[in-house]
């Protein structure tokens, strides 16, 4: 009997039943829909914060994963939407890397700017683009501080490749950020 | 049957042969050689990047978790040691915060300088103090690539209330990636 627990990390059961893990996602307004969408579902099965992202081959729009924020009912401050849906998408490639050698382009979307773990965390990912709907401005009307992410962290990952773009149907995005203060959930920090 | 896989986090099974859970670690010397052996440790067992963490309370020396980093065999890039010491901490006091209330004080330690994700955890993780033994200047030496971590990062968190050291029992945090390095263990970026 070890002195450590072993954690498991599993979506909610909502997801298999909402999402449709077949489609395809030709574009980037369907790939943000997806990640928007799960925020939204996340709110109002109240099962974490409002938050949602997914990952996608580039070309293709094949669903690889997706995450949502799980944090305070997993009692596990990393399980962030973009943290889970990057763990998920590794165990699915079988790689700690979505850029491994013969892997397609992958991609994620999020429904809200990356705070600085989950920036950090697109850096080991593998994904060669990141999107976002709201902005970290957005995100700290309700409070959520999103670390430190500068102009620089930006611009240190785009050297390495890595492209940016944010505020993509950003009004839906926040409208779920909105949504989850309205309904008066929960919000948290360090 | 989920789409999704459902992820299981285990620490390597020497771990609870090596390490005496029961001890207290009343100084920062002994709290750093726990870091550093773990890290050690993962070397010579290849499993995983030479990398080794620790959680303690800050008060009493009490070890709440550790973690070593799991990267390659555990196909997940998120499986720094810091992350995995922040998550399994959560997971034994119950909460997604270790600066919960009702909770005493809580530190990690680290074998080496946090890289962007880690450093970003340490936001959410609730830890007062973070001690590590080897820079960012030492990992960089094997080629390992911190991510975006700047003054202005530490300034932002240090003005949220968590303290930073870095480079205590530099030399032996250095050994261990010095032998990882002789060993031909893999070096992994994004």
Redesign the interface.
């Known amino acids: 009997m070890?002195?450590?627990?072993?954690?498991?990390?599993?979506?909610p059961a909502w997801?298999?039943d909402e999402i449709d893990?077949a489609a395809t996602y030709p574009t980037d307004e369907a790939r943000m829909a997806l990640a928007i969408a799960l925020a939204h579902a996340n709110v109002v099965h109240e099962t974490g914060g409002p938050f949602g992202a997914a990952t996608f081959e580039a070309t293709t729009g094949r669903l690889i994963?997706?995450g949502v924020n799980m944090?305070?009912p997993?009692?596990?401050?990393?399980l962030h939407a973009e943290?889970v849906a990057?763990?998920?998408a590794?165990?699915?490639v079988?790689?700690?890397?979505l850029?491994a050698e013969g892997l397609p382009a992958h991609e994620l979307f999020t429904s809200c700017e990356p705070?600085?773990?989950?920036?950090?965390?697109?850096?080991?990912?593998?994904v060669r683009r990141v999107v976002w709907s709201a902005t970290r401005e957005d995100a700290a009307e309700l409070f959520f501080?999103e670390?430190?992410v500068?102009a620089?962290?930006?611009e240190?990952?785009r050297e390495?490749g890595?492209v940016f773009e944010g505020g993509v149907m950003r009004s839906e995005g926040r409208a779920v950020l909105v949504l989850y203060r309205e309904r008066g959930g929960p919000v948290?920090?360090?």
Chains 1, 2 share one sequence.
């Not at 079988?94 to 890397?97: D, K, L, M, N, T």
Request: glycine content about 12%.
């Open positions: 070890s002195a450590f627990p072993e954690l498991h990390i599993r979506l997801v298999d893990t994963s997706v944090v305070v997993g009692r596990n401050a990393m943290v990057f763990m998920m590794q165990a699915r079988g790689s700690f890397s850029g705070c600085a773990m989950c920036l950090g965390a697109t850096h080991w990912s593998g501080d670390g430190p500068f620089a962290s930006y240190y990952l390495r890595i948290y920090n360090g």
